[in-house]
Each structure stands twice: as C-alpha cells, then as structure tokens.
T-cell receptor, first 114, second 117 residues
C-alpha cells in the first residue's frame, strides 16, 4: 500500500520568504508523485509531477520539488512567497498496484503574511 | 489544456431529493474519471473510479445504490446522490485522466458544494 505524510498541517511565511512544504511517501514500487494546490471552494490544480525522469521538477507559479529516494521525500519549495500563494497544498502518490488512483496527504495550509 | 468542468458548483435542496452532478473533460478524452468527497479542513476521500463504458468501482464503505455513477462517454461522467439526506452534505470533486500511461496526472473540476436541508 502507498501512503503520503505531509509534515505540518499549517505553515506560515512572510511575503518574499522561502516556502518549504514537506512530503514523505511510502511505496513498494517506484512512485509517481504529484503536488496539487487548492484555493477555497475550488478543485485542485496540478502544480507539478515526478514520473521518474529528472529528480528536480519545476512546476507552475515558480514552485519546484526534488525527489529524494534515499529520504523518500518530495518536498515542495518556492524561493519567494507571494500573497497569492496562500492556499491548501496536497502531496499525492500513485503507481504500483494502486494504478492511477491517487493517495493524498492530509494537506498543508500555507499562510503568507504581508 | 486539460480542462475539467463540473456542474453545478453549488446545490441546496430538501432532504429526499436526488441530485445529479456532471463532470466533463472539455479538451481531452477521459479514459478514467474519479469522484471524491471532501469534508471541511480535510483531504480528499476517493469514492469511486469509473472507466468509460464500464461499471464504476466503489471504495469500501461507499454505498453504490446511494451514489450512482455513470460514465457513458469519454468526456462525461455523472454522480447522482439518490434520496439525499443532511449527512450527504459535502464538497464533491471529480477528476479526469486521459491516456493509459500511469504517469498521467488527474485533472480536477472545481467541485460541487452540496447542502441538504
């Protein structure tokens, strides 16, 4: 079975500061990993995905994530936070016997302070 | 690209009513569609997976007679909440996935807020 753990249900940063959202996964097979963002009362928007190519993945809105197999991690970063980045972020894993089904983490609420 | 439209975005209805939610992939063919339920401040809970032309596969604990799913074409799936009751009130989100490769991401609709009085 696959699982995802997002460390920190709430993260608060100042505008212009580094954003770091943590995600650790568990998978018995090489995983496919995704980061999604959800704004209030909306669906999820794909930020980026890892599919066994480059370990450093660049996504939309200046976000990137690095796949580290030795640490079973896929942390999301952005060098400089904007007010518009305030949202809920979900890390998800798929692959193996789960097929195309996504297993989501519990989410991290990002607050950006002026 | 990869736009998924979900309709309606908001429904309020009386207990006992049946409610249909549509999920459409606008610019790609969705070989697989997924239906999720999300409670406030929580993650998404997968309810069922449907492949075009096949019966939906429901997750454990999800009543298939309560939540009817139809995936009649490669661009449309519907979720019908039958005889809805207040405990069915929730945020329902669909997603669609094109192609057969396992690394294809799911693309999500904007969700439907369902409130049963």
């Amino acid at each position: 079975a696959q699982s995802v753990t997002q460390l920190g249900s709430h993260v608060s940063v100042s505008e212009g500061a580094l954003v770091l959202l943590r995600c650790n996964y568990s998978s018995s097979v090489p995983p496919y990993l995704f980061w999604y963002v959800q704004y209030p009362n909306q669906g999820l928007q794909l930020l980026l995905k890892y599919t066994s190519a480059a370990t450093l993945v660049k996504g939309i809105n200046g976000f990137e994530a690095e796949f580290k197999k030795s640490e079973t991690s896929f942390h999301l970063t952005k060098p400089s936070a904007h007010m518009s980045d305030a949202a809920e972020y979900f890390c998800a894993v798929s692959g193996g016997t789960s097929g195309s089904r996504l297993t989501f983490g519990e989410g991290t609420q990002l607050t950006v302070n002026p | 690209g990869a736009v998924v439209s979900q309709h309606p975005s908001w429904v309020i209805c009386k207990s006992g009513t049946s409610v249909k939610i549509e999920c459409r992939s606008l610019d790609f063919q969705a070989t697989t569609m997924f239906w999720y339920r999300q409670f406030p401040k929580q993650s998404l809970m997968l309810m069922a997976t449907s492949n075009e032309g096949s019966k939906a596969t429901y997750e454990q604990g999800v009543e298939k007679d309560k939540f009817l799913i139809n995936h009649a074409s490669l661009t449309l799936s519907t979720l019908t909440v039958t005889s809805a009751h207040p405990e069915d009130s929730s945020f329902y989100i669909c997603s669609a996935r094109g192609g057969r490769l396992r690394d294809q991401p799911q693309h999500f609709g904007d969700g439907t807020r369902l409130s049963i009085l």
